[in-house]
């Protein structure tokens, strides 16, 4: 009987795939079976991170925010591999002034980040869901944040830091990921006739370089009492691009450890 959680020689885009969760992706979808064809704007990180390619796996330099670099993206997809079966929206920015208060977040950098996290997603699905919708099959599944969907504890930044500097959630992500989520229903509905699936998964935070305090700080509002797992996010990414899911679309997969069940 076939695993329905298997990818097998399904061709997968996954944009910003040098990043934490990206990478953990690569490696669970290789595992899995599938193609994956990994976009970041950064070639070197993505070698230096994932390696070199291989039969089935493919990597490729392009700004998610620059529908002419989708479009040279997808030419050499179609070169080799053809239509993508599963898109994965994953890039995120982090602008130069990303952790500014509200009150003085400058406009440029609020426009950047909306580039990416939103307006990126969007060109990816033109630029690869299209030719998905064209063909009457494809899955699609976008990275939200339990800041799209609730309000930063404003507590828990207090001493907090990240790789040695002070963080916190501004509002530009928060609003970003809650558009993100906006468009993941809109385009479920949209070409749900047409045989694509568009889902999302809310990840709650990852454990990737936080000091202590910021991870005790976290974990207490959780109801499993600690961060999440990469390969743990990776996993309901899986689920939404494999056939094992085939009756899911418009759907959040909420993977926060019981954040938002309070």
């Known amino acids: 009987m076939t695993d329905p959680f ?34 970041d704007r950064n070639k070197a990180l993505l070698q230096q991170k994932l390696g070199p390619e291989s039969a089935s796996f493919l990597h490729c330099a ?27 929206n994953n890039a995120a920015a982090k602008s130069a002034n990303f952790f500014e ?3 003085t977040f400058p406009l440029e950098d609020w ?10 997603a969007m060109l990816a699905a033109q630029v690869f869901g299209s030719p998905m919708a064209e063909r009457g099959q494809g899955s699609i599944v976008n990275t939200l944040s339990i800041y799209g969907i609730v309000a930063p504890d ?27 989520w906006g468009l993941t229903k809109y385009l479920a509905s949209y070409w749900g006739h047409r045989g694509v699936r568009v889902n999302a998964v809310t990840p ?24 999440a797992e990469v390969s743990e996010i990776a996993q309901a990414m899986r689920y939404l691009a494999s056939d094992a899911s085939k009756y899911v679309t418009g ?5 926060d450890g019981g954040w938002t069940a309070w």
């Open 6 to 39: 298997r990818l097998q020689d399904k061709v997968v885009v996954l944009t910003g795939a040098a990043g934490i969760i990206g990478t953990e992706v690569v490696r669970s979808f290789l595992e899995a079976g599938a193609r994956v064809f990994a976009i």
């Open 101 to 103: 208060p509200f009150e």
């Open 62 to 88: 392009a700004d998610v925010s620059d529908r002419e670099s989708l479009l040279r993206a997808r030419s050499q997809l179609d070169a080799r591999w053809g239509t993508a079966d599963v898109l994965l």
């Open 204 to 227: 709650g935070g990852v454990s990737s370089g936080q000091n202590d305090v910021f991870m005790e700080n976290y974990s207490s509002r959780v109801p499993l009492g600690r961060m």
């Open 154 to 180: 404003q507590r828990i930044y207090e001493g907090s830091m990240y790789l040695g500097r002070p963080i916190n959630t501004p509002a530009v992500y928060g609003a970003s990921k809650a558009g993100l």
């Open 251 to 255: 759907h959040n997969l909420v993977v």
């Open 111 to 120: 426009n950047e980040v909306m580039g990416v996290n939103l307006t990126g």
